[in-house]
């Protein structure tokens, strides 16, 4: 009958010590994961997201306080996007001549 064999049945028994040695240290690394996870979620909550909240409110903040910097800012995308339209005019210009 298949299987009756000894060498067969020692080979198996062998073969199952192995896995349940993977099996237990599969199961550890799986633990240490867990805890890293569980520190890193701690840490999370506790430090990085409340100094994110603190950086976006201080960002709004001084936003807010700065009306005259977006229409500065407002006036110098304007001014970029006149320069950049005179190029494109001057490059069209350029490639007219190549022809």
Same mark, same amino acid.
């Given at each position: 009958m298949p299987?009756d064999?000894a060498?067969?049945?020692?080979?198996?028994?062998? !073969?199952c010590?192995?896995?349940?040695?993977?099996?237990v240290?599969l199961?550890?690394?799986?633990?240490?994961l867990q805890?890293?996870v569980? !520190?890193?979620r701690?840490?999370?909550?506790?430090?990085?997201?409340?100094?994110?909240e603190?950086?976006d409110?201080? /960002?709004?903040?001084? /936003?807010?306080?700065a009306p005259t910097c977006?229409?500065?800012a407002?006036?110098? /995308?304007?001014?970029?996007l006149a320069r950049r339209?005179?190029?494109r !005019?001057? !490059?069209?210009?350029?490639? /007219?001549y190549?022809?």
């Amino acid at each position: 009958m298949p299987g009756d064999s000894a060498e067969t049945l020692d080979d198996l028994r062998q !073969e199952c010590a192995v896995l349940r040695q993977q099996k237990v240290g599969l199961e550890a690394e799986n633990r240490e994961l867990q805890a890293l996870v569980k !520190e890193w979620r701690m840490w999370y909550a506790q430090c990085y997201k409340p100094q994110i909240e603190f950086l976006d409110a201080e /960002v709004a903040r001084m /936003v807010a306080m700065a009306p005259t910097c977006r229409r500065l800012a407002s006036t110098a /995308v304007q001014a970029l996007l006149a320069r950049r339209a005179r190029g494109r !005019e001057r !490059e069209a210009k350029v490639s /007219v001549y190549v022809f």
